[in-house]
């Protein structure tokens, strides 16, 4: 909102450029949100297509902002050929030593890690936790009260969210799950986002590279800054810093999913038997490597 309605300058450029990852994948998701309203008002009762027609209306109108403020602000200032293929900077000049013993010239050339993953921890971590992690929700999303028979406990993780209540099995001729739509509804949206996090954290993790570069007028916003974008593009590796800052959103974000499985862990466990604590230890290992490659 800041940049939407000023003028294009290279503050706005450096921020846009700066949080790319994060403001693209909330295009995304928003996009997938808005997909899964639509879907919602074809099933839902009409008493709640007024407030369904408002979700929509609101992420329409949220992603159509942030989208046109994205383009206007930095988009339309980057050449195609930045966007596509990613330039290393500017390496410094390779410098030479002599063995002592063969008085032989020996290069200390460094090879360009452009095409580096900031963290190949991060990068194993999140692919690993996230994928197993996410299991469950997919399957609550697209396949809503179907067993995973491979999956452990999770015949006691669908008695515990009560899935057989809005999705039973085939073999159940009865129409009492309409009466539970609203639950099948909050099921697959929870399944939504759990799945959106998952995803932004592994492609962030995969897809950033080191020393990610997007043109000279990129060069030219970082050089030329203040406060905490005053950085030689010469020196800093940007890649860096977008996926510092994609980590810590991605903390907030395990934490308050770790939050939520620990308040229902003796719920689960004294109601259906159902134990959370592989998945508590899964989650809770992702966020504090999180935590610590964001911060330290």
Same mark, same amino acid.
């Given at each position: ?195 959106? %996090?998952?995803? $932004? &954290?592994?492609?962030?993790? !995969?897809? #950033?590279?080191?020393? /990610? @570069? ?56 004294? %109601?259906?038997? $159902? &134990?959370?604590?592989?998945? !508590?230890? #899964?989650?809770?290992? /992702? @966020? ?9």
């Amino acid at each position: 909102m800041v940049f939407m309605f000023s003028d294009v300058n290279e503050d706005g450029m450096k921020f846009f450029g700066l949080h790319s990852p994060t403001i693209l994948f909330t295009l995304f998701s928003n996009l997938c949100l808005l997909i899964f309203e639509v879907y919602v008002l074809t099933i839902c009762p009409p008493t709640m297509h007024s407030s369904t027609k408002i979700k929509i209306f609101a992420l329409a109108f949220e992603t159509t902002l942030i989208g046109s403020s994205y383009y206007l602000n930095y988009l339309r200032h980057v050449k195609l050929g930045d966007m596509l293929f990613r330039r290393p900077l500017p390496q410094s000049a390779p410098s030479t030593i002599t063995d002592k013993k063969t008085d032989e010239p020996i290069s200390t050339e460094i090879a360009d890690p452009s095409n580096n993953v900031p963290s190949r921890i991060i990068v194993r971590t999140t692919w690993v936790c996230s994928t197993v992690f996410a299991i469950p929700f997919f399957r609550d999303l697209l396949f809503p009260g179907q067993v995973l028979k491979w999956f452990p406990g999770d015949v006691q993780y669908l008695i515990f969210v009560k899935a057989y209540v809005h999705s039973p099995p085939s073999s159940v001729y009865n129409n009492n799950h309409l009466m539970f739509i609203g639950d099948k509804v909050t099921s697959q949206h929870t399944g939504l986002l759990i799945c959106l %996090l998952c995803l $932004f &954290k592994m492609t962030t993790a !995969l897809l #950033i590279k080191q020393n /990610e @570069t997007l043109g000279e007028y990129w060069k030219k916003g970082w050089d030329s800054g203040s406060g905490m974008y005053k950085l030689d593009a010469s020196k800093i590796r940007i890649g860096t810093v977008k996926q510092i800052q994609c980590l810590k959103l991605q903390f907030f974000g395990n934490f308050l999913v770790w939050m939520t499985m620990f308040r229902y862990y003796h719920a689960a466990l004294e %109601l259906e038997g $159902f &134990k959370t604590n592989h998945h !508590l230890i #899964i989650i809770f290992w /992702e @966020t504090f490597v999180l935590f610590m490659y964001a911060w330290f």
